[in-house]
């Protein structure tokens, strides 16, 4: 059984462009979560999404951030004018069910740099 | 707001000796589980131990074991017997009852274990 896959693993956008984070949850996982983890800091929660539902956005930037979890296909996070400050990596997790009811399992990461 | 703090930015520990990393966290919340996650230079998050706060008895995953003191909001995790492979960087992390997905990181504390 594959573990969570987040592709692509390094990205470098220009200022002002578009960033496209995918995630894979593992087999069977319908709960997917988003993180940004920013340098010599921990985790920060951004979004918790089910299939076709956002549950809770708390985390997330008001402007510029949006997330989806399609029926098919991957999870993703989008960014839209990124700026410097959006340099971070960005960590998915995906658990079968409702946490802490279940295991939440996260993926390698993908590190966007911002030029 | 729930804040999880730990003080300790580095440590180091021989081989097969006994470390303890600290973690506090602040909550008014009665309903509440810790965790303790791993991650190493992979950077990919690995969960070591959980514990549910209604619980008295402390968690324990192998080598890997915690304190948790309730009445002072603390949550220490031990490790025994260091391996080489448990060099990584250690993050306690917070989720409320009800948040379902909203876990709160510490900024965390590396380790390494020395030859």
């Known amino acids: 059984n594959a573990g969570v896959m987040q592709n692509p693993r390094h990205l470098v956008r220009r200022r002002g462009q578009e960033a496209r984070l995918r995630c894979s949850p593992m087999?069977?996982?319908?709960?997917v979560y988003w993180y940004r983890q920013l340098p010599e800091e921990g985790l920060k929660f951004m979004v918790y999404?089910?299939?076709?539902?956002?549950?809770?956005e708390s985390g997330m930037p008001k402007e510029r951030f949006s997330a989806e979890f399609p029926k098919e296909g991957p999870s993703i996070l989008r960014i839209q004018q990124v700026v410097r400050g959006d340099s971070a990596a960005y960590f998915c997790?995906?658990?079968?069910?409702?946490?802490?009811?279940?295991?939440?399992?996260f993926g390698p990461g993908t590190r966007l740099t911002v030029t | 707001a729930q804040t999880v703090t730990q003080s300790q930015p580095e440590m180091s520990v021989q081989e097969a000796e006994t470390v303890t990393l600290s973690c506090t966290y602040d909550?008014?919340?009665?309903?509440?589980?810790l965790f303790w996650y791993k991650q190493p230079p992979s950077r990919q998050m690995i969960l070591v131990i959980r514990?549910?706060?209604?619980?008295?008895q402390n968690a324990t995953e192998n080598r890997f074991s915690v304190n948790f003191q309730k009445a002072a909001k603390s949550f220490s995790l031990k490790i025994s017997d260091s391996q080489l492979g448990d060099t990584a960087m250690y993050f306690c992390?917070?989720?409320?009852?009800?948040?379902?997905?909203?876990?709160?990181f510490g900024k965390g504390t590396k380790l390494s274990v020395k030859p």
């Open positions: 087999k069977g996982h319908s709960h």
């Open positions: 999404l089910q299939k076709e539902n956002i549950i809770d």
């Open positions: 992390a917070f989720m409320a009852g009800g948040s379902q997905g909203n876990l709160i």
């Open positions: 997790a995906s658990s079968r069910g409702h946490l802490p009811y279940y295991e939440q399992y």
């Open positions: 514990q549910e706060a209604y619980k008295q």
């Open positions: 909550t008014s919340e009665s309903n509440y589980y």
